[in-house]
Each structure stands twice: as C-alpha cells, then as structure tokens.
C-alpha cells in the first residue's frame, strides 16, 4: 500500500496547474501506456484546519507532448466504500483537455453532475505541439462524504484522442484495468499509528479509593481493553503498533534513588505490533507486576520514555508515521522534583512537543492528583482532539477515555447506549463491546436489530479482561440491542465504534486557561459531507464547587474557613519554610503507600486528613448547545471563576434527513488556573535591625487574580525576583496560607531596596520599594527625532518620526528595535525628494536613580536607506545616552541624544551626525 504524505502545516498550494509551489513530500505516480510513462503525477493530502480531521486530497498531473487533441481526457477514480461492506461503490471527476468544466463520475463511465467548482480545478492545455497539465482539489464533501476512507483504491486513466498515436489510454497503476477494483492502487490516507502507554507504576496506585479494585488493576485493565479495541478496529493494510511502560523512582533520597522500573516484568515496552483481540484467558499486560508501596512517582521521566525509548525520537524514527502517548497517573509527581518546580517549557525541545500527540489521564480529583501538571502537559504537545487531557476515577470512565482516542486516528465514533439500545445511525461497520465489572461473567454476546430481529453472532469473549464484542458488516440502521445467546448477565458497561456516515466533531481549544475565561464549547455534525442541523445536543458539567488555592490559603487551624493573615508584628520574620514540603500517608491507612505527597499537595492532604474531608468540593451542572448554522452547535461556557479541572461529557442524539437514528459522545477536559494580577494582589514591606546593625525588609505579598481567587502556597520556587539597592536573602518564603515574602538586606541609611517579583509563564509582575528595577515587560516607544548629518548630505537639522520597540533580556539589559523616517526637503541632482529610512537594532541598559526616574545608555547598529542616492543602503551605527520619566506603570516620557556614525560609501567622505528624540513610552 502506498501512504499519501500530509501537507505540511503552514504550507499551502494554489491551484493554478503549475507545480512550482509542490515543494514538499508528495506521492509520486507514473502514467504508463505500452512500457512508456506518458504523464507523471502527485498526490498530497491537506489534514484540514480542523484538528485530527481528514481533509482534501490533492492532485497534480503533467502529460507528455504525444497528447495532442482537445479532446484528450484525464480520469481519476477511487473506492468510496471500504471492500468489507460489499459491493464497492466507485466515483471519480474527469477533466478534458480543452478546459472545459470538469464532470463527477458514478461508476466508471456515466456522468453524475457538473463538477468541481473552477476555483477547484485548473488545466494548462498547451495545444499544438505541447503538453498539458490538470490540478485540482478534490474535497470529500462534494462528493457526498464526511472524509475519505483511511484505506481507499484509486485509478487514473489517461485517454489519447490523437487518431495518429498508438495507444489510447495509459493508466496509473500501469497493469490497472478500469473495470477491475483489484488491479487498483491501494492507497492510505493516514499514517500508521504508534500507541506508547505509559502507566504510573508508583505506590500510590495501590490506593483502592474505596473500589474493588485498585487504581493500578483498574488501570492495567483499562490497558487490555484498549489494546483489544484497537485490535478490533485496526485495518490490516497499516503496520498499526503499540508499546506499554510504566515509571517509577525509588522513594529513597530525593534525586538520587533512581532504582525504580521502565519495563518491568512482563511488560512489552518496545513498540509491537497490533496483537489479536485476546480470548479466552489471555491479556496484553499478563505478567505484570503490581508496583511496590515505596515506589515514587517521576511522571516526565515516564513521558520522555515513551518519546525517546517507544517511539524513537532519540534515534532515527520512521516517516509517514502518527504517534500517540497516552500517559495515566495518579498525578502526584514527586521524583526527581517535586511538581511546582516544573516548567514544561524547559523540560521539552519543540522537536519533542511536535513529535507525539500526548493523550494525559488523571485517577484522582483536584488536590489529589496533579491535574494542573497533566493538563499543561497536554497543552504542550498539540490541541484540539488528538492531544487531550482527561479525568477519570472509576473504571468506566478511564474504560472510555483510552477508547475514545482512538476515534479519531481510526476514523470511528463512539455511540453510547440509551438503555440497552444503540442508534449506531447508518455506518458501514460498526462493532459492540460490552465490559463485566466481574471478569469472570463475561460471556459471548449477538448483536440484534429492534425492528428486523435480525441476529449477528460469532463474537470473542475474554474472561480475564472481562469483555465480549460482536462485529456487524453493513448493518441496517435503526436501532440494536446487545443480547447472551445463553444464560448469563448483560454486560455493566456497553458501548459501540461506528465508522461515520454521521460524523460528530468535537472541540474545545486546548491552551492554558485562566479563571473568568471562557471556554468555546462546539460539536460540528455532517451525514454523508452535508450538515446536520436538528440535533439535540448536550453536554453534562462537572466543575469546581471550590478551590485548591482558594482552599489552601483560607483554611484555619479549626478547619473553618478565613483570610489569610501575616505574622504578628512582634513575631520573629520567618524564613524557615520550605516551598516543597513532603508528606507521607497516615501510618496504618488502607491501601496507604510510601508514595508520598509534594509541595501544595502535601499540604492539601494534611489539611483533608485534619479536617477529615475527602477533597474539593465539586458541582453539575448542564448545558444545551444550540446550533449555530452550517451543523455547528457552539455555546461559550463562562462558569470559570474557580481554579480546577473542568470536565465535559457530550451526548448528541438526532436523526438524519431520511430518518435514521444516530448517537454520540465524548468526554474532554479542561484545567482553569489561577492568573495572579498585579493589581489585585496586596503586599506589606516590614523591616527590622539586625544585630550587626544592617536592615532586613520582608516583602510581603498576597497574589490574587482580579476575581479575588488566591493562588495559593506551592509556588516559591518558581517566583523570579530582581533586587536594586539591597541582597536577596535565601529563597522566596512560602507561609503555606496564600502570602509569599522576599527577604532583601539593606544599609540601615540607605533607601528602601526596589523588588520586582514575576511569575513565569503568566503576565504576574509586581515592584516595591523606592528604587523599583525596569520592568520585564516589553514596551513600545512612539518618537519625534530631530536630525543633523554631515551638510553635505542634510544642509539643515531636519525633523522626522519613529517607532522604538524594546524588551527585557536580563533585569535592566534590554534589547531594542527601531524603524524611523525623516523627509529633508533636499532633492537629488535629478530633483527628486530625498527620503531618508533607518532600520536600528541595539542593546540597552537602564540604570535606576527612583521608580520614576531612570536614565540609559545604548548602542547599536542598523542599516541607513537614501532614496534616489546611489548607493541608497549603507551601515549605520550609533551610540545614545538618555533619559524617562515613569508617569506610572504602564506609560513614560524618553528624551535620548544619539551619535550616528554613516559608512564611507558617499563620494564627500565620512558621514557623521546627532540625533534627538523625544517619545512616549507605552507598556502594554
């Protein structure tokens, strides 16, 4: 089989019959008619703009000169339905020499309507002795169809009306025969898939969290489940692959007690082919071990395991390929750092984020597992559908979140039951799965149509894993029911995979959120390429009731709830707290590890075991999404004000325009952080003599975001702060209740030092004291300038305008860009007006005398343009001195004096001169 290459994202091909924009991969053909190639040809296809959507196929065409008459044809065929549906339905588009419109195709030969759109399509005929050129766009929709099937046969035919040549067609492949499918090319329209599961192999699985089975069964479970999913659905024609890990670290000395397992026994951590379905007592994670209770939890070692040792970026790795990471974990991560000293930014190379879709799993709730960590790292490797972040505690829901992402990758959707009845709409192949909470009752199952009692069979149980699925081919649409042709239970857990005639679309933008923000919440629904616009679609909420930041700073020593307070003014400054605290499980606690908790989570968890609380609060709620237009059904949903994970179950129930019923759904999930504001966050400055006569200032600060949400304790270590007129003592404090402080000596003569505390990641920047240092942020200056050069380029000072933009590379050290223009009046010995461009980069230092006053040197260099002067661009440096004056935070006056020095190019000589400019300065 040959893969048809992706477009490659930011590229793009205008149609016009030329390939002078078929820059990248593509897949070559050949037209071949009595041993000689008479056209060549391309194939790429574009993924969509829509995420994980497969979208139109590209094709290009170039025939030799013996193709003579306008009549010449060109003919491009494919399969529409896959071959295990029956009868294979053929359509194609042709297109005539002579740019006349191009015609659809039902069958091989009769005329179905006109064709492309001509903003489609594009022919080069070239007559006489030349050759000619056909591209064109072929999109799914216009010929009835969500999407091309993954696996598709095509044939091209090249027909020669030229009586005087000696063939009369060529075709692509070259031993094709129209009328025979199997002579034609197979073609795939996806890549082979690589599936690395990586489980949380950490004591803390061992935690039952009240169930029968603990987190570690359930989610090995879960893995041969999906194993036998994917085994179920996989398409032969691909070398399909999946690979199982698990991580962990020895809970000896932090950092250095590496002893934990990658592989482990019985796991098959390189990457294997798709195994069959197991049966009878078999599963894909037989052999495993359970994890020991003092293993520790490195969640980014398991992930870059799974990039570098199961997918091979480390090494040379294969194209053309689709790799997915689907990473479960309890979320308490804690080795070799503990989470809040994790900045994703660092940890990951673009190459490494760009390379894998990462699919994270969090067993546990807000403030029992890191679900801001889980969620960040999902944001950071893709969007939309094929890298995700997921919730999921009991088994069914984790069942379901390792089946739904293979939905899109396989091109199959997932239809939930209403009772103990599937509307599985109209599909070609649809396959039931029903899953025993007791492994042992599962037993065979027959799929049964309500309205014909018609009887599928013949299904695979497995009494190990605990699950039975039947395969129906070309089943009747309508609805079916899942029945044992025995005695026996029904499965607790049933769903169906339907490939699409109705395809469902759901999204919501994956990117890091803050509290207030909303979220766009959209199901785009299309039957056969055309949109559904009568569906009942739902989407079931649950949201935080309350959170962890907001928790964790308000919480009193009696449980009950209050603001965060400092220290009494007579208590000593405290600089003893660890921003990483550590806690281990409660001695004798069921199910209790050696795992132990880090940071804002060992916090949380002392505060639940004293107050004898499970975990956060949360709420449910619901919302119907109203359709929009074109099958879109969209609602923004606002209801972000607390901190937490946000998690969505879509159910979309409708029918088609010829009645036949449809189901689905899907489960996403969304983190909402706290984004602290300047503005709204309070800060105290207490200083106090030492008795070695120097001063100490605490600079005490509350970091609240603008809905009056605390950010809460676990996040000194990732404070920046820069200090001006004093030395930063130790770490940044943490009090553990919301307040952090920044403890700076100082002469007991001198003025208050200057902070500035920033939090990476966010737009959080906030300055005390008298001598505040620059700011990080960039800023952008609006100037006049007033000029002189040598006379003899500029016999007077003339005036001109400019934009100056400038951003922090290191506290005070700033780099700047500008463009300005001056219009001298003079003109040229042909007397045109001279215009005089310059173009400057440079690097600047401020140096602070007060928050309001703060003068600077800079220099530079740049290019200096001169129209109508020859040569019209030369080098230009320049070195300045100059002043501003902060009116307030967010905007300034500049004042700077500049010398210019031109290069020698002119026929008078060295060029030199002054410039003055005087802007305001803006800080957005």
């Not at 700077?896 to 802007?919: C, D, H, I």
Request: charged share 20%; aromatic share 8%; glycine share 12%.
């Amino acid at each position: 089989m040959q893969i048809v290459p992706r477009l490659p994202s930011g590229a793009s091909i205008t149609i016009d019959a030329g390939d002078s924009d078929w820059t990248f991969e593509s897949l070559e053909l050949g037209i071949i008619a009595e041993g000689e190639t008479v056209g060549t040809g391309r194939l790429v296809l574009d993924p969509s703009s829509v995420p994980g959507e497969l979208g139109a196929l590209y094709l290009f065409f170039e025939f030799e000169p013996s193709h003579r008459s306008p009549q010449d044809e060109f003919r491009f065929f494919f399969e529409v339905a896959s071959p295990a549906a029956g009868s294979p339905e053929v359509m194609g588009v042709r297109f005539r020499r002579d740019a006349q419109q191009s015609r659809f195709l039902i069958g091989l030969d009769s005329v179905a309507s006109d064709g492309l759109a001509a903003s489609d399509f594009a022919i080069n005929p070239q007559t006489g002795s030349g050759g000619w050129r056909v591209e064109a766009r072929l999109d799914p929709a216009v010929f009835g169809m969500n999407a091309f099937a993954h696996v598709t046969r095509a044939f091209a035919e090249s027909l020669d009306a030229d009586e005087d040549f000696d063939f009369t067609n060529g075709f692509w492949p070259a031993d094709g025969v129209a009328a025979n499918l199997g002579s034609w090319a197979p073609l795939g329209l996806r890549y082979p898939i690589d599936v690395a599961l990586s489980l949380d192999f950490s004591g803390s699985m061992r935690i039952t969290d009240g169930q029968p089975q603990n987190r570690w069964q359930r989610a090995t479970r879960a893995a041969d489940l999906f194993a036998a999913t994917f085994s179920l659905l996989r398409q032969s024609d691909f070398d399909d692959r999946i690979g199982l890990s698990q991580y962990s670290w020895g809970c000896g000395a932090q950092g250095t007690d590496d002893t934990g397992a990658l592989a482990g026994s019985g796991i098959p951590g390189n990457l294997i082919a798709i195994p069959p379905a197991p049966t009878g007592s078999a599963a894909f994670t037989v052999g495993i071990d359970a994890p020991a209770p003092n293993n520790c939890t490195p969640i980014l070692r398991g992930l870059e395991f799974a990039l570098e040792n199961q997918l091979g970026f480390a090494g040379p790795s294969e194209a053309l390929r689709e790799r997915f990471v689907v990473l479960l974990s309890d979320g308490l991560h804690n080795r070799p750092q503990p989470s809040n000293q994790v900045q994703l930014d660092n940890e990951f190379t673009a190459g490494e984020r760009d390379f894998a879709h990462v699919i994270t799993v969090a067993m546990g709730g807000d403030g029992i597992a890191d679900t801001e960590l889980l969620d960040g790292i999902s944001d950071a490797f893709g969007s939309g559908e094929l890298a995700s972040f997921r919730t999921a505690t009991q088994f069914s829901d984790l069942l379901s979140t390792y089946v739904e992402a293979l939905s899109e990758p396989l091109g199959f959707e997932v239809v939930p039951p209403v009772g103990n009845q599937f509307s599985i709409g109209e599909p070609r192949r649809v396959v039931f799965i029903g899953v025993w909470n007791d492994p042992t009752h599962a037993g065979d199952l027959n799929a049964v149509h309500t309205g014909t009692s018609e009887t599928v069979g013949g299904s695979v149980s497995n009494t190990a894993v605990g699950y039975a699925a039947v395969t129906v081919e070309g089943p009747a649409g309508g609805t079916w029911t899942l029945q044992r042709p025995g005695s026996g239970s029904l499965p607790d857990v049933a769903f169906a995979l339907s490939n699409r005639r109705v395809n469902a679309r759901f999204f919501i933008e994956q990117r890091s959120y803050g509290t207030g923000e909303p979220m766009r919440l959209r199901v785009g629904l299309t039957d056969r390429g055309r949109p559904l616009t009568n569906a009942d679609v739902r989407v079931e909420i649950a949201r935080p009731g309350e959170a962890l930041g907001n928790y964790l700073s308000t919480i009193q020593e009696d449980c009950s709830v209050g603001r965060p307070t400092l220290p009494g003014l007579r208590d000593p400054i405290i600089i003893d707290r660890v921003p990483a605290r550590t806690t281990t499980p409660e001695p004798g606690r069921v199910g209790a590890p050696a795992d132990p908790s880090t940071g804002r989570h060992a916090l949380a968890e002392a505060h639940f075991r004293r107050c004898q609380k499970e975990g956060l609060d949360r709420q449910d709620l619901g919302e119907t999404l109203p359709h929009i237009g074109d099958g879109i059904y969209a609602a923004d949903f606002s209801d972000t004000s607390l901190e937490g994970s946000y998690d969505f179950r879509f159910t979309v129930r409708g029918s088609t325009d010829d009645a036949v019923e449809f189901a689905r759904t899907r489960r996403l999930s969304q983190f909402v952080r706290v984004k602290p504001d300047a503005t709204a966050t309070t800060h105290e400055i207490r200083t106090e003599r030492q008795d070695d006569g120097s001063m100490q200032s605490m600079y005490w600060f509350l970091p609240m975001d603008r809905l009056n949400n605390y950010l809460g304790p676990g996040f000194g270590g990732r404070f920046q702060v820069e200090v001006v007129g004093g030395t930063q003592i130790g770490e940044v404090v943490d009090l553990e209740n919301g307040y952090y402080a920044v403890r700076v000596e100082h002469g007991e003569d001198d003025p208050l030092p200057g902070v500035v505390i920033s939090l990476p990641g966010t737009d959080f920047e906030v300055g005390y004291g008298e001598r505040v240092p620059t700011a990080r942020r960039g800023e952008l200056e609006v100037f006049g300038s007033h000029t002189s050069l040598d006379r003899l380029l500029l016999p007077d000072p003339v005036l001109g305008f400019g934009f100056r933009g400038a951003r922090s590379i290191f506290g005070p050290l700033h780099g700047e860009a500008e463009v300005g223009v001056n219009f001298p009046g003079t003109e040229d010995p042909r007397g045109e007006e001279i215009r005089i461009l310059h173009f400057l980069a440079g690097l600047r230092l401020d140096i602070p005398l007060s928050p309001r006053i703060v003068p600077s040197v800079s220099a530079g260099a740049g290019i200096l343009n001169l129209s109508h002067l020859d040569p019209e661009t030369t080098l230009l440096l320049h070195a300045s001195g100059g002043l501003t004056w902060h009116a307030s935070d967010a905007i300034g006056i500049r004042g700077v004096v500049r010398y210019l020095q031109v290069g020698n190019e002119w026929e008078w000589g060295t060029t030199s001169g002054a410039q003055f400019t005087l802007g305001i300065v803006f800080k957005p």
